[in-house]
């Protein structure tokens, strides 16, 4: 079963506006990754937030987690046509066998279209 | 660098046949991570390989998939017999450790007619 469940399933924007979606989880984390998916083409990782932060910046993104909630918001500012695709959060989380976090569950994903 | 290897990129079989995907991983990485993609949902982990051993196979459907990574490099994934609802993209991605960020090929896309 997916872990995560992003919203909105989809949004449309325009050039120059920020767009943000958000990601819910049901069970304890190691950490949430977010990743970008362009149409026919593989997952590209975006950005790694660890349960124990709650905000984390790169570039024009910036990516908040609250634990307490089981959510996470990726922000993404002045976008542009490039960045129309598919973002999916995905959760780590521990493994019993090896005590790290590798398994990573993904969510159902935002379908985001940025129009000129 | 490059990146995660996968061949082919496309496969249409009939239902009943047989099918196998390859994987050729990033150098150096000892993780490997076969996911199923089916549309319009997210990638579902199907089995994961630390060097040549498995680390976690729960979501592999072993009656009729297989995977196998003998030298702790290259893997491949079949499906035998295939059925209608394994049409779905199969990515493979890589990660120098079981904790850290993973690496996507750019996927297999097999259609079951």
């Known amino acids: 079963s997916q872990q995560g469940e992003e919203d909105p399933q989809a949004l449309s924007i325009q050039e120059g506006e920020n767009a943000t979606m958000n990601c819910s989880y049901k069970?304890?984390?190691?950490?949430l990754q977010w990743y970008r998916q362009n149409s026919g083409r593989g997952l590209v990782h975006l950005i790694l937030?660890?349960?124990?932060?709650r905000e984390k910046h790169s570039g024009r993104l910036r990516v908040t987690l609250d634990t307490s909630k089981k959510s996470s918001s990726l922000l993404i500012t002045a976008s542009r046509a490039a960045d129309t695709a598919s973002y999916f959060c995905?959760?780590?989380?521990?493994?019993?066998?090896?005590?790290?976090?590798?398994?990573?569950?993904f969510g159902t994903g935002t379908r985001l279209q940025v129009t000129l | 660098e490059a990146g995660v290897a996968q061949s082919p990129r496309y496969k249409i079989i009939e239902k009943r046949q047989s099918v196998a995907f390859w994987c050729n991983p990033i150098?150096?990485?000892?993780?490997l991570y076969w996911y199923q993609q089916i549309l319009g949902q997210g990638p579902k982990l199907l089995i994961q390989?630390?060097?040549?051993?498995?680390?976690?196979d729960s979501q592999l459907p072993k009656d009729r998939f297989s995977a196998e990574r003998l030298k702790g490099v290259d893997s491949t994934l079949k499906i035998q017999p295939a059925k209608l609802e394994d049409s779905a993209v199969y990515l493979c991605?890589?990660?120098?450790?079981?904790?850290?960020?993973?690496?996507f090929g750019p996927g297999t896309r097999l259609t079951v007619l």
């Open positions: 991605a890589s990660s120098s450790g079981p904790a850290n960020t993973q690496y």
């Open positions: 390989f630390q060097n040549n051993g498995v680390v976690d």
């Open positions: 995905a959760t780590a989380l521990s493994t019993i066998n090896t005590g790290t976090a590798s398994k990573l569950t």
């Open positions: 937030i660890r349960s124990n932060e």
């Open positions: 150098s150096g990485h000892a993780t």
């Open positions: 069970t304890s984390i190691n950490n």
